[in-house]
């Protein structure tokens, strides 16, 4: 812990006092990158974009989740199906992603003589959209298997009661098993959120952060700025900047699985 994690973070909070490009003499500049952060436009808009494919593709990932696992629950072929639905996040990221580029190139696509492509390399949104489903594609087994586990742990008589006291499969569902699932749906959603934040290969493999910069989340802007720009100390006070972001949203994530919990 101390070797891979404490002295890593010590060191990154140095280099964020620093203006340093990496070869250069690192020159002391106290907390003027943070407050550059605060100012700087292009980490507004990295941190805007990186929220909106949070919110493009967490509804989603939950909704799909909670139904396929209900509809899977209990079936002859439950576990074939979701051993299907996990193997994509076993397929390595860079393979995973030349085979999706293959596939959705709209100039020479596999399926670009099949079904019409949108022009995702040119038009910002479908640029999201095609990270959103591949991010989808690769996370929908673990978010079926976490909804599945909470599921199994639901007791059935409390369904059986349900159904003596005439409630309808709806009412059951609404009263009873979605409550009860409050905690998976909620670990979901933060750890989503969080894992957006610090979202990187998916854009870098893809779409390199384009086009025209909308699809430079905070993870590729980390990237260009430490490593095309050589802004070394300014891209630790970012790197300092995400992992606060992800502590709040961690923190949220723990209150909110003890409040699901007492409930």
């Keep these: 812990m101390v070797l891979f994690l404490l002295y890593p973070f010590l060191d990154v909070l140095r280099f964020s006092t620093w203006d340093w490009s990496g070869l250069s003499e690192p020159k002391p500049v106290g907390l003027q990158n943070y407050r550059d952060i605060l ?31 209900l509809a899977l629950d209990g079936q002859r072929y439950e576990r074939a199906i ?9 397929v390595t ?17 596999a399926l670009a003589s099949l079904i019409p492509i949108p022009r995702w390399d040119q038009e910002v949104f479908w640029a999201l959209v095609l990270i959103a489903l591949f991010t989808l594609w690769r996370h ?7 909804v599945s586990a909470r599921l199994k742990g639901i007791p059935r008589t409390l369904l ?14 609404r009263y009873i098993t979605l409550p009860l699932l409050r905690p998976a749906i ?31 989340v905070l993870g590729y802007y980390l990237y260009e700025t430490g490593f095309e720009n050589f802004r070394l100390g300014y891209a630790a006070a970012v790197t300092v900047v995400i992992l606060l972001l992800t ?17």
Excluded: C, N
Excluded at 54 to 60: E, K, R
Excluded at 82 to 90: C, Q, R
């Design 39 to 69: 100012t700087d436009p292009d980490f507004g808009r990295s941190l805007l974009t990186t929220l909106g494919l949070a919110l493009l593709t967490l509804p989603p990932f939950i909704v799909l989740s909670v139904l396929l696992a």
């Design 247 to 263: 502590l709040f949203f961690a923190l949220a994530q723990a209150r909110l699985l003890r409040g699901g919990e007492h409930e």
């Design 140 to 146: 929908m087994g673990y978010g079926v298997l976490v």
């Design 82 to 90: 979701k051993a299907l639905l996990f193997l994509p996040g076993l």
């Design 160 to 173: 059986e009661a349900a159904a003596v006291d005439g409630a309808s499969p709806a009412e059951a569902f």
């Design 186 to 216: 909620t670990f979901l959603v933060v750890i989503g959120t969080v894992l957006s934040l610090q979202s990187y290969s998916a854009v870098f493999l893809l779409t390199r952060g384009g086009p025209f910069g909308g699809t430079r």
């Design 93 to 109: 990221l860079g393979g995973a992603s030349v085979a999706w580029y293959t596939l959705f190139s709209p100039e020479y696509g």
